[in-house]
T-cell receptor, first 112, second 111 residues
Framework: GDSVTQMEGPVTLSEEAFLTINCTYT??????LFWYVQYPGEGLQLLLK?????DKGSNKGFEATYRKETTSFHLEKGSVQVSDSAVYFC???????????FGKGTRLHILP | EAGVTQFPSHSVIEKGQTVTLRCDPI?????LYWYRRVMGKEIKFLLH????????ESGMPNNRFLAERTGGTYSTLKVQPAELEDSGVYFC?????????FGPGTRLTVL
């Protein structure tokens, strides 16, 4: 079945560092890809998404590019802030199927 | 507009007891989903309602779990009897054309 694999955390960085969180997927169809974020004490929020190959999703300085050839959707940010500390989930939704399949989540700590 | 709300935010019960979780979707959203995250694992799909009908319940773990959505508005998820492995965070989401909007979750602890 479909699945998502993302790098294990926690990831600890200093403020203004460059961030990459790796994500790869397995899907039988042509999925849409997502990054969700959960800030402390809050619910899941959609951070960005991409629906077809080579699309780049972006939001709040974060970016991820849908790479069909490597089945990847890595999350990047050029300069992280303390307020980016959260748990990040890579996810997919296969075409024609509403349910979302999530990775295990990566906890990110940003130190001032 | 109000978001997806869930009640309670936390619940601590003993093994064998019954717990009912509630989800209020965004008004007008016909699609409602339940997910859960067991400690350290992925967030997993449980089921999907379209209005009051169960569209997909393939993720429901066993018959101790019962979900309802009478009248196509709010939904409840009952666990009876609860077991230790049911501990986790239960998320509800409702959908609009841009995607699913999640509630804050209910943290369930079974002792």
């Amino acid at each position: 079945g479909d699945s998502v694999t993302q790098m294990e955390g926690p990831v600890t960085l200093s403020e203004e560092a460059f961030l990459t969180i790796n994500c790869t997927y397995t899907a039988t169809g042509y999925p849409s890809l997502f990054w969700y974020v959960q800030y402390p004490g809050e619910g899941l929020q959609l951070l960005l998404k991409a629906t077809k190959a080579d699309d780049k999703g972006s939001n709040k300085g974060f970016e991820a590019t849908y790479r069909k050839e490597t089945t990847s959707f890595h999350l990047e940010k050029g300069s992280v802030q303390v307020s980016d500390s959260a748990v990040y989930f890579c996810a997919l939704s296969d075409f024609g199927d509403d349910k979302i399949i999530f990775g295990k989540g990566t906890r990110l700590h940003i130190l001032p | 507009e109000a978001g997806v709300t869930q009640f309670p935010s936390h619940s601590v019960i003993e093994k064998g007891q019954t717990v009912t979780l509630r989800c209020d979707p965004i008004s007008g959203h016909d699609n409602l989903y339940w997910y859960r995250r067991v400690m350290g694992k992925e967030i997993k799909f449980l089921l999907h309602f379209v209005k009051e009908s169960k569209q997909d319940e393939s993720g429901m773990p066993n018959n101790r779990f019962l979900a309802e959505r009478t009248g196509g508005t709010y939904s409840t998820l009952k666990v009876q009897p609860a077991e230790l492995e049911d501990s986790g965070v239960y998320f509800c989401a409702s959908s609009h054309p841009g995607g699913q909007i999640f509630g804050p979750g209910t943290r369930l602890t079974v002792l």
